[in-house]
């Protein structure tokens, strides 16, 4: 494949729709509409950030503030999210400094001895993740009464209506429209009636911690972490802005656009923490939860009927949003492994690579979850944590880029990124050798 | 306005006759390799590990 697709001579699909978004943003910077320009060129990061608060990513919320209250984890989650602007950030310098999506970059300079290495680990973890999302949509749909395969063939149904979009700004302007049902979770918290005081000292003190230092600390801990960094949010930030057609001058745009959805996705997590802990003041045995839609269910004479229902929309949504931005990364990695066409502007058949790889990941995943008796909530939790360690090499091809100067230019990592970037790599694989010493020696 | 007209407004870089063409091979230094396959190890023990946990976590449940 060379990527072309088209009869040649005619100009590609795929050109005009970016030009056309091109030429929006160049008449709104020369009237100097700074705002209109932000609203332009904002989306990749909001949509990155706020599809990462997807369905395991609220359960992992629940189940930490089901399980320790609000304390540590309430700082935790924040430390982690300005890790995520951290990692972020690179990948929409890299978008805009080569126009080149990550796994083609990763595929064209490293070989692809590394690059089938990167995409197993991307495959793998967008799979187990995207299998999580349906969960979520089936939980959500459980607590309402809708039967799984109701809710899940209706997940199925808006994940494929919105790829039959074929153009990336309509694509991008839905699902902000339907990630703004992330913020449900704000409201519920509201009618848990949160400690304010008792907010204000876990920010300050990085306290309580109830049980102190056990395995199921460490699994919450990597679980929170996987809820906010993994592969599949570089490979789609990159693609995205690239797809949007952001350039150098677009830089700044890009950063608030990243540093506003971390900011957002983090008070919509926090909010989840807070709306869950009833549950721990409650002395509620989670353990034999079977999935998010139990954590409505128990809430419900804790934070009202209403605050239930938000929160179940809310798990919906998480799952709804995520399936359909975990999918376009699989579509965008896929296609430019074998150097196809890859955009959310081409039509079906000169996209067939890309939208193939959507279709049949979405399919593939909600089948998995209509299989009776699968242990839903435990894979929920697990496939966070696998994010999390998959997340160590990732970060390693991220750097390796983002040093490149060749292809980076004035654009390229100071010491400061590498320093940071550097510390997340220690951080998360020192986290995740201490889980597997406690899981092999848990005394 | 024409369609060639709209065109101009993008970077050459971002034209596709442009965009598909692949970027030169660079070499990894020795360190940047060995950091790669310690990485690609630490991945290759540690997802099992949590198989294993699912596993056992399931075996106890039911």
């Given at each position: ?140 749909g459980l607590y309402f009464g809708l039967k799984p395969v109701v809710s899940v ?118 909010a989840t923490v807070a709306a869950a802990a009833p549950l721990f003041a409650a ?161 | ?51 294993y946990a699912f596993v056992k976590a399931l075996a106890a449940g039911g």
């Open positions: 494949m060379n990527g072309q697709g088209g009869p040649a001579g005619e100009v590609p699909r795929e050109d005009v729709m970016r030009a056309r978004d091109r030429l929006r943003v160049q008449k709104t910077r020369a009237q100097r509409r700074w705002l209109r320009l932000l609203w332009l060129l904002a989306g990749p990061g909001v949509l990155v950030m706020l599809g990462e608060n997807d369905g395991p990513s609220m359960v992992s919320y629940a189940t930490t503030g089901a399980t320790y209250g609000v304390g540590f984890f309430v700082p935790f989650i924040l430390l982690t999210f300005a890790m995520a602007y951290v990692v972020q950030e690179m990948t929409v310098r890299l978008g805009v400094a080569t126009h080149r999506g990550h796994a083609e970059l990763i595929f064209q300079r490293f070989g692809s001895f590394w690059g089938y290495f990167a995409m197993a680990d991307l495959v793998f973890g967008n799979i187990l993740t995207l299998v999580t999302e349906f969960i979520a949509i089936q939980a959500g063939g209706a997940g199925v149904a808006l994940v494929l209506a919105s790829l039959a979009l074929r153009r990336y700004a309509t694509w991008e302007r839905t699902l902000l429209a339907l990630a703004a049902g992330n913020l449900l979770f704000i409201p519920a918290a509201l009618m848990a009636h949160p400690d304010g005081a008792a907010l204000a000292h876990a920010l300050a003190t990085w306290g309580p911690l109830p049980g102190g230092f056990r395995t199921d600390f460490v699994v919450l801990m990597l679980a929170d972490i996987g809820a906010t960094v993994t592969p599949w949010m570089i490979f789609f930030q990159q693609s995205a802005v690239v797809d949007k057609g952001l350039t150098r001058a677009d830089l700044v745009q890009g950063r608030i656009d990243t540093a506003l959805g971390a900011l957002i996705a983090a008070v919509a997590a926090i002395h509620t045995d989670i353990g034999q939860f079977a999935s998010g839609a139990d954590f409505a269910t128990a809430l419900q004479p804790l934070i009202g009927h209403t605050g239930a229902t938000l929160f179940a929309l809310g798990m919906t949504e998480a799952g709804l949003v995520a399936a359909m931005t975990i999918s376009t990364s699989s579509s965008y990695a896929l296609a430019e492994t074998v150097s196809a066409r890859h955009s959310l502007n081409l039509d079906f058949h000169t996209g067939r690579w890309f939208y193939g790889a959507a279709i049949l990941s979405t399919l593939f995943a909600a089948g998995i979850v209509l299989i009776p008796h699968a242990p839903l909530l435990a894979l929920t939790l697990s496939v966070n944590v696998i994010a999390t360690l998959l997340m160590a090499p990732a970060l390693l091809f991220l750097l390796l880029l983002v040093n490149d100067r060749e292809i980076m230019g004035e654009l390229a990592n100071r010491r400061l990124g590498n320093l940071a970037g550097g510390l997340i790599i220690i951080a998360i694989s020192l986290a995740g050798a201490v889980y597997g010493v406690l899981t092999v020696f848990p005394s | 306005m024409t369609q060639d007209d709209i065109l101009q407004v993008l970077e050459p870089a971002q034209r596709s006759a442009q965009k598909y063409i692949p970027y030169p091979r660079r070499k990894l230094s020795g360190w940047e390799v060995a950091l790669l396959w310690l990485l690609r190890a630490y991945v290759l023990i540690a997802v099992p590990l949590v198989i």
